[in-house]
């Protein structure tokens, strides 16, 4: 089981970037997966989540409207697009696989973890 979470760089503030989190090893549509992020110094946190099998999604209150998940099953691959960002916004953004269709942030739930990619919005 593989997770390999890319596209993270320097941006400024209002910019935009979307990761990506190819995954393998798995059957995709039998889970959920969740972008979590951990800025300097603070506890990782979640952001948001994507049932692959319909799709139902979770942000949390900081990102709504800012945010879109999205997957591409025939690329087994769940996108982040992130639009005016902020400095807030910086941290090491990891992507997470649980084994189910429960739409969830909680860490403890989830299976697999890729490495993360780190994210820095700053002028």
């Known amino acids: 089981v593989q997770l390999q979470a890319s596209g993270g760089g320097l941006v400024q503030p209002g910019g935009s970037l979307r990761l990506s989190c190819a995954t393998s090893g798995f059957v995709l549509e039998n889970y959920a997966i969740g972008w979590f992020r951990q800025a300097p110094g603070k506890e990782r946190e979640g952001v948001v989540c994507i049932d692959i099998s319909d799709g139902d999604t979770y942000y949390v209150e900081s990102v709504k409207g800012r945010f879109a998940i999205s997957r591409d099953n025939t690329k087994n691959t769940v996108y982040l697009q992130m639009n005016s960002l902020k400095p807030e916004d910086t941290g090491v953004y990891y992507c997470?696989?649980?084994?189910?269709?429960?739409?969830?942030?909680?860490?403890?739930?989830?299976?697999?973890w890729g490495q993360g990619t780190l994210v820095t919005v700053s002028s």
């Open positions: 997470a696989a649980e084994n189910s269709t429960y739409v969830t942030m909680l860490e403890d739930e989830y299976d697999y």
